[in-house]
């Protein structure tokens, strides 16, 4: 699909580790929503969640390895730069002034649509940015009365999406656990995590 300005994508994660619904939403994302370049930030410091169990360093070379393969992907560290917590808000503020003109799409899954309202200064994010959805299983419930279809102000763009029900945080329980992971993360990131041994006590 063309658009009249040009779309950079916003996808931002812990990626402790990057995993194969991760991957997928990126190439729909491309796809479906007519993106130029679609920029991956692994998170500095997070704002609402623990700490990643993994240093960044591996979050990082993990999402290079995880997303190799998808076009017109930038594997972006700049949150790891900034000192405090990684903002989107001032990620989206530093994405506009590098792509004067263009719109940006920031990409999430639903667990994330739900706790939107939490999230620093949501409603800046809401005029800077169009919001595209993933539907997440479970993510439901943690959705209270945020009306996910008709956020006040905000432009939504759904994601066709089959639910894939792969996380993160079962990854790291199987590998804890002495189970395969290798149908739930690229090849590389396989690779990588036995390597480095992480998750070993997840
Ligand atoms: N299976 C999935 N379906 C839809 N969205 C997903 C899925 N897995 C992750 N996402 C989305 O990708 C983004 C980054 O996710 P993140 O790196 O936190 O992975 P995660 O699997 O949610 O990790 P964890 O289990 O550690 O919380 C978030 O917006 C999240 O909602
Ligand atoms: O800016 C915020 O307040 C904020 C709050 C929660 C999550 N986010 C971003 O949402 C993305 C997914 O977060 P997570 O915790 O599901 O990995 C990641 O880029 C986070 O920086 C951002």
């Known amino acids: 699909m063309s658009h009249a300005q040009p779309r950079i994508g916003v996808f ?15 190439g729909a994302a491309l796809t479906q929503l007519g993106l130029t370049r679609l920029h991956i930030l692994p998170t500095g410091r997070p704002a609402h969640r623990s700490r990643p169990v993994s240093a960044g360093e591996h979050r990082l070379a993990m999402a290079r390895l995880a997303f190799a393969e998808l076009p017109d992907v930038v594997v972006d560290a700049r949150e790891f ?30 667990d994330q649509a739900a706790a939107f309202p939490q999230w ?11 919001i595209s959805v993933a539907g997440r299983e479970n993510s439901a419930k943690a959705g209270g009365l945020f009306e996910l279809q008709h956020p006040p102000g905000g432009r939504w763009e759904p994601l066709q999406w089959p639910l894939m029900s792969v996380s993160a945080t079962d990854i790291r329980w199987r590998v804890a656990s002495g189970l395969d992971i290798h149908h739930l993360v690229p ?3 396989a690779r990588y995590i036995e390597q480095h041994h992480l998750y070993k006590s997840a």
């Open 81 to 110: 730069a900034r000192s405090g917590p990684s903002y989107t808000v001032d990620t989206l503020d530093e994405l506009q002034g590098e792509y004067p003109g263009s719109q940006l799409v920031l990409i999430i899954g639903g």
């Open 12 to 26: 931002g994660g812990a990626f402790d580790p990057p995993h194969l619904a991760h991957v997928a939403l990126a």
């Open 187 to 189: 090849a590389g990131v």
């Open 120 to 130: 620093h200064r949501y409603q800046d994010i809401l005029h800077k940015a169009i």
